[in-house]
């Protein structure tokens, strides 16, 4: 959510490079942004875990990238396994997907009535 603060300062106002919109002199002046806050919004980062050392001296970093780093990442590591089917990881929407939340086996009512 997005707040506006209203201060009785008059700003001096220009116009943001990207969109348009007016934004503060101050920001392209005093931190080097000619574009305003709502054009500066950035994307989804993904993590991915790596293990480094050896022995009892190994510990885990997070590289973070953006996701156009990972998907290159995830397509590259699958060419280097050998597999052949690089495609993306398919998002299901499970309110509309037919779920099987079972799996291959089927549950068998345990009771002593049923042993018999």
């Known amino acids: 959510m997005r707040q506006t603060i209203k201060t009785p300062i008059k700003m001096e106002m220009i116009s943001c490079t990207r969109c348009g919109s007016p934004m503060p002199e101050l920001r392209l002046t005093k931190y080097g942004y000619d574009f305003c806050v709502d054009c500066s919004t950035v994307g989804t980062k993904r993590g991915i875990p790596v293990t ?3 022995g009892d001296h190994t510990w885990t970093e997070t590289v973070i990238m953006e996701e156009d780093q990972y998907e ?11 597999d052949k089917n690089t495609a993306k990881a398919e998002m299901l929407n499970m309110d509309k997907e037919d779920r099987n939340l079972q799996g291959p086996f089927q549950i068998i009512n345990n009771t002593d009535k049923d042993r018999d």
Not at 72 to 82: C, H, I, P
């Open 72 to 82: 290159q990442f995830v397509v590259t590591s699958a060419l280097e396994r050998g």
């Open 52 to 54: 480094k050392g050896s």
